[in-house]
């Protein structure tokens, strides 16, 4: 099973302490929500998971991956996926942004074409395969960096705020696909600065809070039962 283990980490901007954690372990089936306020370090620790970014104290490493080629200095890079908040995307067509990530692909050939297919019908790009990527909405471009990236069939995979400022059927389409990747076993982080329909998908929280990360289970229903604790509060 592949996994990406945090022991003892701190990350410093400067002088500017951003976090600490003592254990955080990221495995393919987990599904974890990443929750703290604007600014707390959601982005930093997926990047740091990703391998973009190097903490300041503490270790970071990968288990079960195939082994990194030589010539890769950073034996963390290319691991656990990141999807960023605002995806880049080639300059081409919707199609063609498809393609080049084929080329990526460790998958057979029948399972590609497979992936393929499923990956243009769950995110609805039929219609837009000859449109140019530069003139899709945000919400579109969302669901095509993540069925670029669907078709990796990734190990471990960290979504950056995956809904956030999209309208509700891009939402729907979008927690589709990641509800699909959960079934496949993809372990899942995503980050959200506010509540979101996505934690009930999660069975594990990591709350950024007072420059700490903490970590706690989440049972199905938790969702609800905090809906019920606000209504009863209010
Ligand atoms: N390379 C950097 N150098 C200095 N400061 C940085 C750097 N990258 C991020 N920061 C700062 O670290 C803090 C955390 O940034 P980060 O993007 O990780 O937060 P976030 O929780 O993802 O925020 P949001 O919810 O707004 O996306 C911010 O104040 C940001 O300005």
Not at 53 to 73: C, D, E, Q
Not at 91 to 114: D, F, K, P
Not at 132 to 159: C, D, F, H, I, Y
Request: glycine content about 6%; overall charge positive; some cysteine.
């Amino acid at each position: 099973m592949c996994s990406i283990i945090a022991s003892d980490i701190e990350m410093r901007f400067g002088e500017r302490l951003l976090f600490t954690a003592e254990h955080l372990r990221f495995r393919q089936q987990d599904v974890i929500y990443l929750q703290g306020d604007n600014g707390s370090g959601k982005t930093t620790l997926m990047k740091l998971l990703a391998g973009l970014l190097r903490p300041s104290r503490g270790y970071i490493v990968a288990n079960g991956f195939a082994k990194t080629s030589w010539w890769r200095k950073d034996s963390l890079l290319g691991k656990a996926l990141y999807l960023h908040q605002h995806p880049y995307l080639f300059e081409g067509n919707v199609g063609y942004n498809l393609q080049l990530a084929q080329r990526y692909s460790r998958l057979s050939v029948v399972e590609r074409r497979q992936r393929m297919t499923s990956a243009i019908e769950l995110a609805k790009l039929d219609k837009l395969l000859k449109a140019n990527a530069a003139t899709l909405s945000g919400g579109e471009r969302q669901r095509l960096a993540l069925a670029r990236v669907w078709l990796l069939k990734p190990s471990l995979l960290m979504l950056d705020e995956p809904i956030s400022n999209m309208d509700r059927v891009s939402q729907q389409l979008v927690c589709q696909m990641i509800s699909e990747l959960k079934q496949q076993h993809t372990g899942l982080l995503i980050s959200s600065h506010q509540d979101s329909e996505l934690i009930q998908l999660c069975n594990e929280r990591w709350q950024i809070k007072s420059q700490q990360i903490t970590t706690s289970q989440l049972y199905p229903g938790t969702q609800a039962e905090l809906n019920r604790h606000h209504v009863a509060a209010d």
